[in-house]
Structures are given as C-alpha cells and as structure tokens.
C-alpha cells in the first residue's frame, strides 16, 4: 500500500510562488511516476505536470510551461512543484499522483494512469 500526501498548499497574491509537495510513505516503490493535477470548481480535473524517477523526464500542461517547475528527489521519494507568477486562474484544489509504473510522455497526463492519490492541497490566487 502507498500513501500519498500533499503539503504547501496556501492563499497568495497573483505574481507569487508557492512550492507544492508531495511525498511517498509506505511501499517501497524503485520506479515511479509522479503527477500533479488540479481541479477548479465547476471544472473537471486537469493535468499540470509530472515526472518520471528513472530519468527525471517531465512533462507539462501548456497552461503551466514556463512558470511551474516539477522537480523529485529521489532519496525522499518526494516530488516538488515550484509554482511561480502565480495567476487568479491557478485557483484549485491540487492533486499529487503516483504509478509504479513509468509512463509514457502521453500517458503521463491521464488521470486514468495513477493509482494512488492524495487527498489535495488549496491553492487559492487572488487579486
């Protein structure tokens, strides 16, 4: 069994940062991938970024490039995304995800993909 949990969630300005993590407890596991996605209200959950353990290949929504940064550290089994220039519109509850498994680049963004998830973290962006 894995668990997997959240932190760094929080209420900021837009143009702040935040850094979300995510860490691995329980199973031991020597490969993974881990995800993050968001969900807004009213809206379906949606992809933000992941990244593989092997090699440390990530992946993006195009709504994120080149503000979030997803980083790991293997040692910790812990996943980080560094969010900045933070925008109204970046307002969700935040997912973390895992698989055993290493994905595929497309499938890194199915939800369908992961099998342990977090609980979610708030991030709430206001103006």
């Known amino acids: 069994q894995v668990q997997v949990e959240e932190a760094g969630g929080g209420l900021v300005q837009a143009g702040d940062s935040l850094r979300l993590s995510c860490t691995l407890s329980g199973r031991t596991l020597s490969t993974w991938t881990m995800g993050w996605f968001r969900q807004a209200p009213g809206k379906e959950r949606e992809f933000v970024a992941a990244?593989?353990?092997?090699?440390?290949?990530?992946n993006y929504a195009n709504s994120v490039k080149g503000r979030f940064t997803i980083s790991r550290d293997n040692t910790k089994s812990t996943v980080y995304l560094q969010m900045n220039s933070l925008k109204s519109e970046d307002t969700a509850v935040y997912y973390c995800a895992s698989t055993p498994r290493t994905l595929s680049t497309a499938s890194m963004q199915r939800g369908d993909q992961y099998e342990d998830w977090g609980q979610g973290t708030q991030v709430t962006v206001v103006t």
């Open positions: 990244i593989r353990r092997a090699n440390g290949n990530t």
